[in-house]
């Protein structure tokens, strides 16, 4: 196939969509735990009333995570491919058989009283929840593994849009949960803000135009 060369000029490049590009610091993270595993844990013993017992209900969440959240990344993905040598001769193909979600990482502002953080770790703490009854400072205290169906979350999104709000992309992440908080430094001197980066793991995403 003959490609030939385009001739233009800088006019007619700034007529083209190419003239006004997506800004990376255009979007918005939306949490909400109202409904996780509602239809599998009994009244009293779900997510939302976890953290309920720390402060943390489901309004202040929806409120204030996502505007805490001042670094994320939209999701990516990828393909396991298998190789087949031998249906041409000299040429090799791939096929995809497997996809692959990259799991996702959020930076949030860690507010004074730290509910924040608190969420977090109280949502990883009620994944690995204990034997009832057994203070966490006994030494016959062990953890005990939830089922998934009671800890993963469909209510994380990421949505990027333009400065008009005239066009949207939002990734949907379907049975998310933290897999992993990464530790905070502290130290003397100079003073920062306290901030925290949490990954996410997920099934998969839905990309919602």
């Known amino acids: ?20 590009p997506a ?7 939306d949490l909400s735990v109202e409904n996780v595993g509602m239809a599998e844990a009994v009244a009293g013993d779900r ?14 969440i ?6 805490a959240c001042f670094e994320a990344s939209l999701p990516g993905s990828s393909f396991a491919t298998s190789e087949v040598k031998d249906n041409f001769q000299g040429i090799n193909q791939q096929f995809a058989h497997t ?16 509910r924040v953080l608190k969420l977090f770790e109280g949502w990883m703490d009620f994944i690995a929840g204990g034997v009832g009854g057994l203070d966490v400072n006994d030494q016959r205290f ?8 009671t800890y993963k979350c469909d209510n994380l999104t990421i949505s990027k849009f333009d400065k008009n709000f005239n066009r949207k992309l939002t990734y949907q992440f379907k049975n998310a949960f933290p897999k992993a ?16 980066t949490v990954t996410f793991a997920y099934d998969r995403y839905i990309l919602q135009r």
């Not at 233009?8 to 490049?13: E, F, P, R, T, V």
């Open 62 to 67: 929806s409120r204030n995570i996502g505007i």
């Open 142 to 149: 062990y953890v005990r593994m939830r089922y998934p169906d």
């Open 181 to 196: 908080i990464q530790s905070i430094p502290v130290s003397y001197g100079q003073a920062d803000l306290l901030k925290v």
């Open 1 to 20: 196939m003959a490609v030939s060369i385009r001739k233009g000029s800088l006019y007619n490049i700034n007529r083209t969509a190419l003239s006004t």
């Open 23 to 29: 800004l990376t610091n255009l979007y918005q993270v």
């Open 99 to 114: 996809r692959f979600y990259v799991d996702s990482s959020f930076s949030f502002y860690i507010d004074k009283d730290y």
């Open 47 to 60: 997510l939302k009333d976890y953290l309920g017992n720390v402060g943390l209900t489901n309004d202040y």
